[in-house]
């Protein structure tokens, strides 16, 4: 929770992706999360976080300077806690994902095996990877099947794996620009709303 | 008849207006009124220039975002502490903040709390303003300079005891230089509650827990009309218990009640 920004196509602009993601920040402002996929990096993603006030980790954003891959998360804490565990992306075997909204009754759940510092969103990276491992399906296969389990309450993901991208939401906001572009907050008139 | 104010109504009295609102307030008379605030905002931002509204998540909030959105007004700000809010409020906000939201943090976490511990469950209406003053009012100020705005839009109404201008205005500026205008000063309980009604729009947990319409959306310390203290650890522990674990390392009182429920 709560701003999402990325970028999947041939070669990221920092500049870009920072005014993306310092919009994306004003919703989220307790610390800023960022997974990227270069030349050097493939088929691995390069993770770094930034704890505390989200602005003051901005250009963090530098480091994706022509990546494939990036996926950025601006938090709102919403457990009144700061670790650093409980920032996002998370990432469960190959799948990386960036999530804004709740998985509701995660403590419940018999998946559910990192205490308390982590955010409810590891369960949707370790699902996602379950589906498709067990089913051989595409990511957005597998996302169509986990989002069920979400009982209809709204959400905002990007998410990559085996190689794949996916942008999704339901009832919060995402955009993109149609030149690989994403980001919670319209940066621009001519976007397109991401759907599920 | 005018509207009886805020602090002398009771959770269940709200709770009775509410579930009877549409006997009492037609859709045609509340479309009325919406269009009328509509315009007053479009006017007051044609008047005055950049603008944007403060939004609580509270149900006048709510009300006020559908109007400000309504005459295109889309940007807005939320105050809250680094580390007294409800979780619950806080999914909730995850789930239904407006697009444009910033969310700006005041420096309020249980450390400074156990350092001011005259703050917590204010018992009288300084202690109560003390509050608005440091986690609101701070953080509308800092939205307003830095985006050099001319006016910030509120849901503050009379009918809850609220100063909302001098001599029947609906505006003010005050002694910082902040300009404040609310188009739903002269709504009533009612109004408020037919809008929520037939435009059908969410609202925070708060208004299902135990006084939940009189306390409105507040950080957990900041909760008013506490009898006394152990009264206000009561009603935490049976909002969220693990608010008072969490607090139970600072505050004797939070043990205490702990002890009671084990």
């Known amino acids: 929770m709560c701003g999402l920004f990325g970028y999947y196509g041939p070669g990221a602009d920092p500049s870009r992706l920072k005014e993306i993601a310092r919009l994306a920040a004003r919703r989220g402002p307790e610390g800023l999360g960022l997974a990227f996929q270069n030349k050097s990096s493939r088929p691995s993603f390069w993770i770094e976080f930034g704890s505390g006030a989200t602005a003051r980790h901005i250009n963090l954003i530098d480091r994706c300077a022509d990546a494939q891959v990036v996926i950025g998360h601006c938090r709102l804490a919403s457990s009144n806690v700061f670790s650093q565990g409980l920032l996002q992306p998370v990432t469960h075997g190959g799948v990386v994902l960036a999530h804004n909204g709740n998985v509701p009754g995660y403590r419940e759940d018999p998946d559910w095996q990192w205490g308390d510092d982590a955010p409810d969103s590891r369960l949707l990276a370790l699902w996602v990877g379950e589906q498709q491992q067990r089913l051989n399906v595409s990511l957005a296969e597998a996302w169509a099947a986990v989002s069920q389990r979400l009982n209809g309450r709204p959400y905002a993901v990007l998410i990559a794996s085996q190689g794949e991208f996916l942008a999704a939401a339901r009832g919060l906001p995402l955009w993109t620009d149609g030149n690989g572009y994403y980001g919670s907050v319209r940066w621009a008139d001519d976007l397109e709303a991401v759907g599920h | 008849m005018s509207d009886p104010r805020k602090q002398r109504l009771s959770h269940e009295d709200f709770l009775r207006m509410f579930n009877s609102v549409e006997e009492r307030v037609s859709r045609s008379s509340f479309e009325a009124k ?199 650890w009561s009603e935490i522990y049976d909002i969220d218990p693990e608010i008072v674990r969490y607090a139970a390392i600072y505050f004797p009182g939070a043990e205490r009640e702990l002890a009671r429920r084990a």
């Open chain 2, 34 to 232: 919406f269009e009328r605030a509509v315009d007053d905002v479009r006017a007051r931002v044609r008047e005055l220039g950049d603008a944007a509204f403060c939004w609580s998540g509270g149900k006048d909030a709510q009300v006020l975002r559908a109007v400000c959105e309504a005459a295109g007004v889309y940007d807005c700000v939320l105050g809250k502490t680094a580390g007294l809010e409800y979780p619950a409020f806080l999914q909730w906000v995850t789930e239904n903040m407006p697009e444009r939201l910033e969310v700006i943090n005041t420096p309020q976490d249980l450390e400074w709390l156990a350092a001011h511990q005259h703050m917590l469950f204010p018992r009288n209406a300084a202690i109560a303003a003390e509050w608005f003053a440091s986690v609101q009012h701070e953080a509308q100020r800092q939205f307003f300079r830095r985006y050099r705005l001319r006016v910030l839009i509120l849901g503050r109404r009379r009918s809850d005891g609220n100063f909302v201008g001098r001599g029947g205005a609906n505006y003010y500026t005050d002694a910082k230089g902040v300009t404040r205008f609310s188009p739903l000063a002269d709504w009533t309980h009612d109004d408020v509650f037919a809008a929520i009604r037939y435009l059908n729009l969410p609202l925070p947990p708060f208004y299902e827990w135990p006084r939940g319409f009189r306390c409105g959306t507040h950080p957990w310390p900041a909760r008013q009309w506490c009898r006394d203290e152990a009264h206000g």
